[in-house]
């Protein structure tokens, strides 16, 4: 089948690498950045209008969110690989037919997660020791978050499937006003509707519905490649099996870090809402820190997956070189910014009087910005080990990270109190970087052959 005309598609297996990963990159920084504004804005005007106590409250749900939203994007981004890998092979029929395969299993997976999430919510919450004072708002937020995954599962879905045609600037601009309806919906639900915590909670899920319906019509106008007919839906069993061979441990590795973070914020709980606010307002910003990272990792996914289907191998050991010296230098740049800036930015979360919350945040911040460098590598080592349909050492990697969580929360925590808390996060990073290195030297080796 000949090519189509399909507006920002782009192929990622001609040109110069650097150049292709850092056009590639930017737009998906600025939606990635966009996303994690989501939860930084929930925060934000939950703290500053509800108070501490309800920034707690939102605040505590944030590794059960991390739990759902964690194997969402990590099993849609793991779909989306094999329509990459088709895409770069030029087999425009296999692209269709991978697309309907993430639309089915997508489906299926929120029906799965809904059912399981609000059903199990609360006891989750009593399980993680969440302060009484705070349990029934954090339930009324989680559990509409949850019975609206739905909503998150296929705006995930359908942005990366763009992105796996090598179109990371549409999924920004979707993102992005899907931001700014979710901004302007939450002072109407919270405050003049007087919905409280739920309200922001609805505003998000109203948000993301729209979101999608943008994602919809750009396809059907744009993107002809993922225009689904309804043969495509009678799967090839083989290929149905490798989207699933990619796509689930990928997003159970991502569940396997939030369960690590579920641990860490029990004993978090312990500590009392003051620490819990903190770490929530601090969190809310290293989301947003993390994100050049991340971004030149998810790049590499799209990048080594195409480049991979189209046998062009060499391509992919230069492009992550390169991707390593621009990922690393992002991290040092965002990391001096963390620690010189970031007592401000935890200041507009609670005002200038929450003094105690201020210096844990700025002290959480200092301590997991300095190991930024570690993160760069794990994330473009692991998406582009995912990128080749390698799934086993990147899983291994999240078992790493969660007993590194598990033994600050259950050692550290208990034995120096807060600053334990903070250590988790460099802990994990650096034991789920080794085996993923390892791994990847190792097939360096082998696509340089």
Partial sequence: MQAQDTGAVKDLTVGEPARLILYFTLPLLAGNVFQQLFGFVDTLIVGRF????????VGCTGPLMFLMLGFIGGMTSGFSICTGQSFGAKDFDGVRRSAAICIALSFAASIVLTIIGVTFCRDLLIAMNTPPEILDGAYSFISIIYGGCVMFIFLQMLTNLIRALGDSKMPTVIQATTLCINILLLPIAIIWLGLGIPGSALATIVALTLGNLLCLVYIKRRVPYLHVRREDFFFDREFLLEHLRIGLPMGFQSSIVAIGAVVLQVALNGLGSVAVAAFAAAHRVDGIAIMPMMSFGIAMAAYTAQNFGAKQFGRIVAGVKKC??????????VALFNIY???????????????????????????????????????????????????????????????MRIAAAVFLVDWIGYLGACLAQPMAWLGGLLPLAIAFFMKAKKLKE
């Fill in 50 to 57: 509800l108070g501490v106590e309800a920034l707690a409250a």
């Fill in 324 to 333: 390593i010296l621009m990922s690393c230098t992002f991290s040092v740049m």
């Fill in 341 to 403: 800036l970031g007592a401000e930015i935890i200041e507009l979360f609670v005002g200038a009087e929450a003094v105690q919350v201020i210096e844990y945040g700025r002290l959480f911040l200092i301590v997991t910005s300095v190991a930024y460098w570690a993160l760069a590598l794990l994330f473009i080592f692991r998406f582009t080990l995912q990128g080749l349909g390698q799934s086993f050492v990147p899983t291994l990697a999240g078992v790493v990270e969660l007993v």
